[in-house]
């Protein structure tokens, strides 16, 4: 319907040139939206960002810490990349009304230059912060989640790239570490091994 070669039949009357025109309009017109959905879909990049499946509660610098994963699966790197960390419960007003709350978690370093592996982030639980007092049985009885919001620039098409996760109340581990990733070669070059991204271990053991 794109382009018409009439051959050996064509149209005679001009109901049949209107509805030949009308026939290679609407051709045109699907192959130019299928072109332009087809390219907008693959040249959009995707962050292809994994976050560990649990976060973690632990003493760091003498501190209770609230601590996740998060890993750069792309080939390359991204710029500029930001988290945003949120924790959201249901809170009951003294007038009985019952809503859902945001509470903004603050971090060691909730931004960097590059994102190229792996990035630890760090939420230190002092007197400012919203789950100081809490335990694993308070953020249940809240129907507690913490959100996290990733963002940067994909260095290769310069373009925003996100992604989110969130960790339930029963996701979140206390008194666990995550295991290092970390490994050095016998030539000096370090690794990661991702195979152990998510595991974790008591610090009981």
Request: charged share 15%; aromatic share 12%.
């Amino acid at each position: 319907m794109a382009t018409i070669g009439y051959g050996a039949l064509y149209p005679k009357t001009a109901y049949a040139n209107i509805l030949v025109a009308i026939e290679a309009f609407v051709g045109l017109l699907g192959v130019t939206m299928a072109t332009g959905l087809m390219f907008a879909r693959f040249a959009r990049p995707t962050a292809r960002v994994m976050f560990s499946n649990v976060a973690v509660i632990m003493p760091y610098n003498g501190q209770p810490t609230l601590m996740f994963r998060a890993g750069n699966r792309r080939g390359n790197q991204i710029l500029e990349a930001r988290l945003w960390v949120t924790l959201i419960r249901e809170e009951t007003t003294a007038e009985g009304y019952t809503m859902r709350r945001f509470y903004d978690l603050n971090l060691v370093r909730s931004q960097s230059p590059f994102f190229v592996l792996t990035w630890t982030a760090f939420h230190p639980i002092d007197a400012t912060s919203p789950l100081y007092g809490e335990t694993p049985e308070s953020l249940a009885q809240s129907t507690a989640e913490i959100l996290v919001t990733l963002t940067g620039l994909d260095e290769t098409v310069a373009q925003t790239v996100h992604a989110r996760h969130a960790y339930s109340a029963r996701e979140i581990l206390w008194n666990y570490q995550f295991v290092d990733v970390f490994s050095v070669l016998p030539n000096g070059q370090r690794v990661i091994d991702y195979t152990r991204f998510h595991h974790v271990m008591s610090l009981s053991q």
